[in-house]
């Protein structure tokens, strides 16, 4: 459930009418709602409220600085993938305590920066990086926490790009290696164990492969204990998926039944990295229409915002409904496009849309994870402005970039 609806037939977040952000920073504009991530991120908290469980939100999802603020106000913790995602998450106030740091490619840099805070847990992802992690803790006199990242071996049934947890894909531990694994760390001296972690994949939308992925991690757990090794945390990553259309993925609390019905007995604190679920439908992206290109084959209804501002349906051929934002235009088939100078920028194809004219607005929805994040500079075109919502106020989180911003990102050679 989200807070952007037609009123008086107006899009609206929240309170806010559409047009009155767009006159204020113009198109395109990414558009948040406090209101439907404070939602988001409450249902979940509770639906785990049997369990001892730290939220560790996933900062790669949506990592504005306002976004990141209001969710610590909330409660949550970060899971970070980057000394950028932890100095984000830490200037807006998220406890270095509950800041995880997942990820296959560490740097030694990036493992001394998370070493100084200190941060909770390393999910470490080969025995190469467990090596490394020793060695730079022990250069500073500290020992790192550790979770190892187990891969499970299941398939998600998701797109192809975002599947995490075959033992094809780059990420975690074999399972069968994982027990050596875990014996080796226990000889590290700068090394502490404390859990283990596994991430199979996003936008899931059935249960049964996290089932399935999460039964092989508790068997796990149930040798490593016997082994003597003290597992203390279970992290579950993310993924739990969205509707982004027709999809009707399993509910959060679904989702808690089960993972409480697995994991309970093994005592141990939860933690999960849920990103999507949180950012995805609590934000939108707002374009306006430059012109409907008619030829006799095709109508085209060509927008002001395009693949380098959200690149998903280029990437992964992804949905986003898209809804005018003055409601009760006439229908018709048309493709909706970007201006970007690739065929792969278009944000649907032969859909039934509303009749625009140049200057109307359209919302592309569920735009708020892996939206700005993913964004560039593409046909040097300008990062476009974030806006935030909380009932009848909005405020500009990151203002549009300057042509200045962007042309003075580079320089000439000394010799030129
Ligand atoms: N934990 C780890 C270790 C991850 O790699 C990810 C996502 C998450 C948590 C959060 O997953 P979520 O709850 O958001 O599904 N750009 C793609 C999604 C890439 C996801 C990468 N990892 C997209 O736009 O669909």
Same mark, same amino acid.
């Given at each position: 459930?989200?807070?952007?609806?037609?009123?008086?037939?107006?899009?609206?977040?929240?309170?806010?009418?559409?047009?009155?952000?767009?006159?204020?920073?113009?198109?395109?504009?990414?558009?948040?709602?406090?209101?439907?991530?404070?939602?988001?991120?409450?249902?979940?908290?509770?639906?785990?409220?049997?369990?001892?469980?730290?939220?560790?939100?996933?900062?790669?999802?949506?990592?504005?600085?306002?976004?990141?603020?209001?969710?610590?106000?909330?409660? %949550?913790?970060?899971?970070? !993938? $980057?000394?950028? +995602?932890?100095?984000? *998450?830490?200037?807006?106030? =998220?406890? @270095?305590?509950?800041?995880?740091?997942?990820?296959?490619?560490?740097?030694?840099?990036?493992?001394?920066?998370?070493?100084?805070?200190?941060?909770?847990?390393?999910?470490?992802?080969?025995?190469?990086?467990?090596?490394?992690?020793?060695?730079?803790?022990?250069?500073?006199?500290?020992?790192?926490?550790?979770?190892?990242?187990?891969?499970?071996?299941?398939?998600?049934?998701?797109?192809?790009?975002?599947?995490?947890?075959?033992?094809?894909?780059?990420?975690?531990?074999?399972?069968?290696?994982?027990?050596?694994?875990?014996?080796?760390?226990?000889?590290?001296?700068?090394?502490?164990?404390?859990?283990?972690?596994?991430?199979?994949?996003?936008?899931?939308?059935?249960?049964?492969?996290?089932?399935? %992925?999460?039964?092989?991690? !508790? $068997?796990?757990? +149930?040798?490593?204990? *016997?082994?003597?090794?003290? =597992?203390? @945390?279970?992290?579950?990553?993310?993924?739990?998926?969205?509707?982004?259309?027709?999809?009707?993925?399993?509910?959060?609390?679904?989702?808690?039944?089960?993972?409480?019905?697995?994991?309970?007995?093994?005592?141990?604190?939860?933690?999960?990295?849920?990103?999507?679920?949180?950012?995805?439908?609590?934000?939108?992206?707002?374009?306006?229409?430059?012109?409907?290109?008619?030829?006799?084959?095709?109508?085209?209804?060509?927008?002001?915002?395009?693949?380098?501002?959200?690149?998903?349906?280029?990437?992964?051929?992804?949905?986003?409904?898209?809804?005018?934002?003055?409601?009760?235009?006439?229908?018709?088939?048309?493709?909706?496009?970007?201006?970007?100078?690739?065929?792969?920028?278009?944000?649907?194809?032969?859909?039934?849309?509303?009749?625009?004219?140049?200057?109307?607005?359209? *919302?592309?929805?569920?735009?708020?994870?892996?939206?700005?994040?993913?964004?560039?500079?593409?046909?040097?075109?300008?990062?476009?402005?974030?806006?935030?919502?909380?009932?009848?106020?909005?405020?500009?989180?990151?203002?549009?970039?300057?042509?200045?911003?962007?042309?003075?990102?580079?320089?000439?050679?000394?010799?030129?």
């Amino acid at each position: 459930m989200d807070y952007f609806h037609y009123k008086n037939g107006i899009y609206h977040a929240e309170d806010v009418p559409l047009p009155k952000i767009a006159e204020a920073v113009g198109t395109p504009f990414y558009c948040y709602s406090s209101a439907t991530f404070t939602r988001h991120f409450n249902v979940l908290k509770e639906a785990f409220a049997a369990i001892p469980t730290t939220i560790c939100y996933a900062v790669k999802a949506n990592s504005n600085l306002a976004v990141l603020k209001l969710l610590a106000g909330l409660g %949550a913790g970060a899971d970070t !993938v $980057s000394e950028g +995602e932890i100095r984000r *998450a830490v200037a807006a106030g =998220i406890p @270095v305590e509950k800041v995880v740091f997942s990820g296959v490619g560490k740097t030694r840099d990036e493992m001394r920066y998370a070493l100084s805070l200190p941060i909770s847990q390393f999910n470490v992802e080969s025995l190469e990086e467990l090596e490394q992690l020793n060695e730079v803790a022990a250069s500073m006199g500290v020992i790192a926490p550790v979770a190892v990242r187990v891969n499970p071996d299941v398939v998600a049934n998701t797109h192809e790009k975002i599947t995490t947890g075959r033992k094809e894909d780059k990420f975690g531990i074999p399972y069968d290696m994982a027990p050596s694994v875990y014996a080796r760390a226990a000889e590290l001296p700068h090394i502490k164990v404390q859990g283990i972690t596994t991430h199979i994949g996003s936008q899931l939308t059935s249960l049964e492969p996290f089932r399935k %992925a999460f039964q092989r991690v !508790v $068997s796990l757990v +149930e040798q490593l204990k *016997a082994a003597g090794h003290a =597992i203390e @945390v279970v992290d579950l990553g993310g993924g739990l998926g969205i509707p982004y259309a027709e999809e009707a993925p399993p509910s959060p609390a679904e989702y808690a039944q089960m993972i409480i019905k697995e994991i309970q007995h093994l005592g141990c604190r939860l933690e999960l990295e849920p990103g999507r679920v949180i950012a995805g439908n609590a934000g939108i992206l707002v374009s306006s229409l430059l012109y409907m290109k008619r030829t006799p084959h095709r109508e085209f209804a060509v927008i002001d915002a395009a693949m380098n501002d959200l690149m998903r349906p280029a990437m992964y051929g992804s949905h986003h409904n898209i809804f005018p934002v003055q409601e009760g235009k006439p229908m018709q088939k048309a493709d909706i496009v970007g201006p970007v100078c690739e065929t792969s920028d278009v944000f649907t194809k032969q859909a039934d849309i509303p009749d625009l004219k140049p200057d109307d607005l359209v *919302a592309i929805r569920s735009a708020g994870a892996y939206g700005a994040v993913m964004s560039g500079t593409y046909n040097t075109r300008l990062l476009i402005p974030e806006v935030l919502v909380e009932g009848d106020k909005f405020a500009v989180i990151r203002p549009r970039q300057t042509y200045e911003e962007l042309l003075g990102l580079d320089q000439f050679a000394d010799w030129q």
